[in-house]
Antibody, heavy 115, light 110 residues
Framework: DERLVESGGALVQPGGSLRLSCVASGFTFAAYGMSWVRQAPGKGLEWVSTISNGGDTYFLGSVKGRFSISRDDSKNILYLQMNRLTVEDTAIYYC?????????WGQGTLVTVSS | QAALTQPPSVSGAPGHRVSISCTGNITNIGAGFDVHWYQQVPGTAPRLLIFATTHRPSGVPDRFSGSKSGSSGALAISGLKAEDEADYFCQSFDTSLAGYVFGSGTTVSV
């Protein structure tokens, strides 16, 4: 079975940084694009970033220049480096196996940005 | 403000049929991009329900079906069951935003 497990969420002050990780298993990680999707408390889903299987990266406009996405295909791990965090970044962050849709999701990790 | 518009809620009696609309524009669904659908039970992660507008992943009952016309997509749930109570989100790609976009979400009550 495909499995994605996120970690790294925490309470952080505005302006701070955080790195999220997502460990994948049950599929050929290197063959697929991977994404981060977030959900603010009580709100809908919002795509954040995607990295293709070739390493091309794409970002939501409001996080461009602050967030970076990377992957380690030797360890089956996806990362999201988040810098200059704002209260608007508070959300559950999900990693998802990606084609043009998101066909497997992790359980999510909570990022809270607050002073 | 979500790029794709969905009704906030729909409801139906057990055994009945409901439909959820997903309205976009010429930069996303109207540009020919597929619509995909997710089900989210509160407190859990989203689950893929329909991909590439009309296709169901293995394990998804055939009570769920998808369609598209012009700049809008739709999800139909027939033979409504109590277990179908959840939030449903549509998703596509938007050329002007250069990224994936989601609908605002619809809560289904049975």
């Amino acid at each position: 079975d495909e499995r994605l497990v996120e970690s790294g969420g925490a309470l952080v002050q505005p302006g701070g940084s955080l790195r999220l990780s997502c460990v994948a298993s049950g599929f050929t990680f290197a063959a697929y694009g991977m994404s981060w999707v977030r959900q603010a408390p009580g709100k809908g889903l919002e795509w954040v970033s995607t990295i293709s299987n070739g390493g091309d990266t794409y970002f939501l406009g409001s996080v461009k220049g602050r967030f970076s996405i990377s992957r380690d295909d030797s360890k089956n791990i996806l990362y999201l480096q988040m810098n200059r965090l704002t209260v608007e970044d508070t959300a559950i962050y999900y990693c998802a196996k990606t084609r043009n849709w998101f066909d497997s999701w992790g359980q999510g990790t909570l990022v809270t940005v607050s002073s | 403000q979500a790029a794709l518009t969905q009704p906030p809620s729909v409801s139906g009696a057990p055994g009945h049929r409901v439909s959820i609309s997903c309205t976009g524009n010429i930069t996303n669904i109207g540009a020919g991009f597929d619509v995909h659908w997710y089900q989210q039970v509160p407190g859990t992660a989203p689950r893929l329900l329909i991909f590439a507008t009309t296709h169901r992943p293995s394990g998804v009952p055939d009570r769920f079906s998808g369609s598209k016309s012009g700049s809008s997509g739709a999800l139909a749930i027939s033979g409504l069951k109590a277990e179908d109570e959840a939030d449903y989100f549509c998703q596509s790609f938007d050329t002007s935003l250069a990224g994936y976009v989601f609908g605002s979400g619809t809560t289904v009550s049975v």
